[in-house]
């Protein structure tokens, strides 16, 4: 045993601090475990109390692994299963624990033992021969004679990782144009978003549109595209309609919506979180992730939160058969900023 | 083998087959009367230990049957309102987990639960050793380590939430690629890169799979080992007390006492999840059902953790974006990336910091009482001031509404509180931390407060002020207060740029100082209180309270 009782050297090693004398740990007091054998005996009968709780906790957890089994294709059983679960398991797993926690509180001698720290550093001796092995392998390498060698060799290990960059190249393709395209084009009819129940497109008629309604979009045959999810992250539209006269339509936008109806895109210009709560009274956007304010009023202009730029509008018309179509695709990038955002035009077909 | 004698029972014979192939007893002899000291404040990092522990079990659990893959599937399992719904494997294999493998929905909640406790367990360990100087000489690298298993512990949460590919941690994947995006010149490319294309792409469920499971928890593996491996060589610190000196370590050897005591404490944190995850859901991710980049309801956050990102990302006024030669700035967005890096460096530099400006480069093995270095535990305040006025403002659309106030409002605090809160925090924890060290001179010099009523000869009332035991004595005069060391000449006897600034900032961070009692101010009071025992009128002395 490397540790002593500190009654032993009391005194001698204990430093002084601001004048004051150490006055060495205090006497350890007897637990009553420790000097009555009739409290021991108790003490050990909770103790297995509580290891017997355990038990009983682990039998009860496998008896409802079977008990409270659900019909094969149900999950009738399954809040009162896992709540079984949750006490059988708390009850055998914290039987032990506090089983065990006992024991040492309660019977293991729980006198508090010294040690002694060792200085961190080795000693002299150590650090001499470190440093003589050090100096022999110095020599024999000849790591320090041979510079050529030496710097060659760093050279070459420098070099050596880059081909483990190069192929994580193909982790992606380069962003080319794809953030300044979206499935929206001249002619492509607006559609109610189903959400992810797949089924048939379901077009917009412009009398549909209400005042006061908003309508949830996506651009036609999404579906059949490559990357359906892809396209939605980017063509996502909000359809509403404001009594033109509450619209402070720009003079170059005027025909952008049809009869005061209004597309705007759906991904926030922040972080890109979808923008899905409309207020019909203010006709206020708000994206519920940071709370980012748009106006619909006035082209979706931020008016409160961290967006920047306003959510870009999609102009719309009508077809032949009376269904909403886009005119052309955004005329900007949706979503957030990004470093390239006004390198090059977007797509205008 | 110079084995004396041969083993005849079975436990004998183990031992031996051990002790010859591996020589345990070695390992016995060394860390088996391995001293720890017992306090409850140093079985914080005990609970994020054993959370991993437990996130290492149930996450291989799962791995069993979750399918890292963004396939298309249409859901025909036993929950009924996603029937027929469109959906990735990843998240059709969560609802299998949750409804159709027994116990399991019971492990993907412990696994949830375990994550959530694991990152409260680390930060309180961190606010536990900073606030005590544990990070102090020599450890200092211990300390950068802990760091970066907070920095991992995030990645790993992070990293995990996404996997089921709902619609809350889809949108948290958004947020992560519009944090992308913002970064000047390479942050579209790290976005491709990251999603395999455009989001949300069909690789980043796999990838983040493998980060998950392999990558982050090997490194934070690897982190822990280097983190304990640290404690055998340091020895642990203790606190202050009667008995305790910078060359001892007091408390329980590991075999029995500490193993019996941490064994069973592994066993209650696993009970307490165990019970967390029987009796409270969490995460239900089949009530937000599969990723679509379109719906998000009101009232979204992400896990408490990430809370504070979220909530930056909530306060800072969009005009911070702007365009130079039509590049666009997002300080918007990016500067939640600068302030998690402001904050995890801040730390990571502060030990040394520390040292320059007390020129204190000592081993510290005595914990510093919070109150003792008014300073620091201010600065620590502030510091988790900010963090909180953050992490609350990721709420703030949920208090807006529970207060009936104007959400506008509510982000407009918490903006000021941005600035103000940390300075608030640091000014009032100063000063209290100062009055308490006053009040420790008073009990040392003058005796606690006993409540009983004395009656001097001339008729005064007063009230018997009696002398603490000299162990607790100690532990409120043995302390180390740091003080302002005034700029000194170098060796060419000139006093550098360098020096001066130090000067300037450990004026500011020391000057106000609680001086501990020394030996000859409690001589002096106790010659005090003996005089007016005896009936005089001298007023004790009140003690020196200065620089």
Known sequence: MTSKHLTAEAGSQLEQVNGHTNPGLPEHKPRITDSSPQAERITERQIAGWFILSMIGTIGFIVSYFLFDSEPGTYDNLRLQNTAFGITSAAALAGIGIGVILWARQLIPDAEVVESRHDIAGSEEDQAVAVEILNQAKEESGIARRP????????AVALAPLPAILVFRDLGPLPGDSLFKTLWGPGVRLCQDPGMVPEEDRYIRAEEVTIGSAFHVIPEKMHESEHPLDEKAKAAVLLMRVDPRELNTDPEKEDWGVDGI????????????PVALYEHQTHHLLCP?????????????????????????????????GYLVAQRDFPEPVGPTFWEINMRETSVE | MTMTHEPTTAVGKAANFAETRVGASKMVREFGRKIFPSHWSFMLGEVALYTFIILVLTGTFLTFWFKPAMGHAIYEGPYVPLQGVEMSEAFESTLAISFEVRGGLFIRQMHHWAALLFMVAVSVHALRIFFTGAYRRPREINWMVGIALIALGMGAG???????????????LRIIDGLLKSIPLVGTYISFFLFGGEFPGVDIISRLYTLHIMIVPALIIAFIAIHLMFVVIHKHTQWPGAGHTNRNVVGEPVLPTFAAKGGGFFFMIFALLGFLSGIFSINAVWAYGPYDPSPVSAGTQPDWYIGWMDGYLRIVPGWLEFYVFGLPLSLNINTALLAALVLFGAMAIWPFFEAWLT??????HILDRPRNNPTRTAVGVAAVVWYAVMWAAASGDLMAVFFHMS???????????????????????KRICLGLQRKDREIVLHGYESGEIIRLPHGEFQERHKPLDPHK???????????????????DGKISKGEKRRATIAKYFYEDRVAPVTKEELDAAHHDHHALESGSHEAGSRGSIGH
């Open chain 1, 148 to 155: 050529f060698l030496r710097n060659t060799l760093i050279a």
């Open chain 1, 262 to 273: 209004v597309a705007y895109s759906k991904i926030c210009t922040h972080v890109g979180c």
């Open chain 2, 158 to 172: 992070f990293t995990g939430y996404s996997l089921p590919d709902d619609v809350l941690s889809g949108n948290g």
């Open chain 2, 473 to 491: 004595l100690w532990k409120l005069m043995a302390y180390e207060s740091p003080r302002y060391i005034p700029a000194e000449p170098g060796p």
């Open chain 1, 289 to 321: 992730c940071h709370q980012s304010t748009f106006d619909v009023t006035n082209h979706c202009a931020v008016i409160f939160g961290p967006a920047k730029r306003p959510l870009p509008q999609l102009p719309i018309a009508v077809d032949d058969e």
């Open chain 2, 359 to 364: 020129k204190d480069y000592r081993e510290h």
């Open chain 2, 407 to 429: 959400l506008n409002d509510m982000i407009y605090i918490f903006r000021i509180m941005f600035f103000l809160g940390p300075i608030l925090g640091f000014i009032i924890t």
